[in-house]
């Protein structure tokens, strides 16, 4: 069984969102709702403070919150590692919004269902990547399987020493960022 996973490289990010936009249109997403944003954030403290850029979007956790706090079973984790949310069981409470760490939901006004990057797990079973990977021009972000010893993305997470965000919560997820 695949366990996915991947990598999104912001020291060759070039803040042009292609990815967010092709993210919306291969959901056929409605204004104002993205599945992945740019934050942009300041580090460290004056006078050397800098500017950094980074990709949010649903980490797809091992150990999700959303997928404890959710009462009616919408949110589940599937063998491969990707987190979905079955709308016809949701029961539009939100509670999955306030307990990820990484506010990566979405609410979909039309559904009242909150929404979250699915990993584009229909490309990615037809052998593809997710289209966020696909568009990236700068080579930002990689798409690959963890339980394949072969897969190029154990070489890259070392090589880069990529990691995860917010390690230190516990919820062990499968993007792994490179800063
Ligand atoms: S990032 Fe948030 S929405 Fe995605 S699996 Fe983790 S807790 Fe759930
Ligand atoms: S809003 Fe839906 S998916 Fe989120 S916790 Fe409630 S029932 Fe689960």
Redesign the pocket.
Same mark, same amino acid.
């Given at each position: 069984m695949p366990k996915y996973a991947m990598v999104i490289d912001m020291t060759k990010c070039a803040a042009c969102q292609a990815c967010t936009v092709a993210c919306e249109a291969e959901w056929g997403l409605p204004p104002g709702e993205k599945f992945t944003r740019l934050e942009e954030r300041e580090t460290g403290s004056f006078p050397n403070v800098q500017r950094e850029f980074l990709l949010i979007q %649903?980490?797809? !956790?091992d150990n *999700? $919150?959303? +997928?404890e706090v959710c009462p009616t079973g919408a #949110?589940y984790k599937r063998d491969d590692g990707i +987190?979905l949310v079955d709308e016809k069981r949701c029961a539009g409470c939100k509670y %999955?919004m306030v *307990? %990820? $760490?990484?506010q *990566?939901?979405v609410i979909n006004h039309e559904k009242g269902v909150p929404e979250? !990057?699915r990993f584009c797990y229909h490309r990615v079973e037809q052998g593809k990547k997710p289209a966020c990977v696909s568009t990236c021009i700068g080579e930002a972000r990689y798409f690959g399987d963890l339980d394949n010893p072969n897969d190029e993305i154990h070489r890259i997470i070392q090589e880069k020493q990529a990691k995860p965000l917010r390690g230190d919560l516990g #919820?062990k $997820?499968s993007i792994y960022y490179v800063r």
């Open positions: %649903c980490q797809h !956790c *999700a $919150p959303c +997928v #949110t +987190v %999955c *307990a %990820c $760490p990484y *990566a939901r979250k !990057c #919820t $997820p």
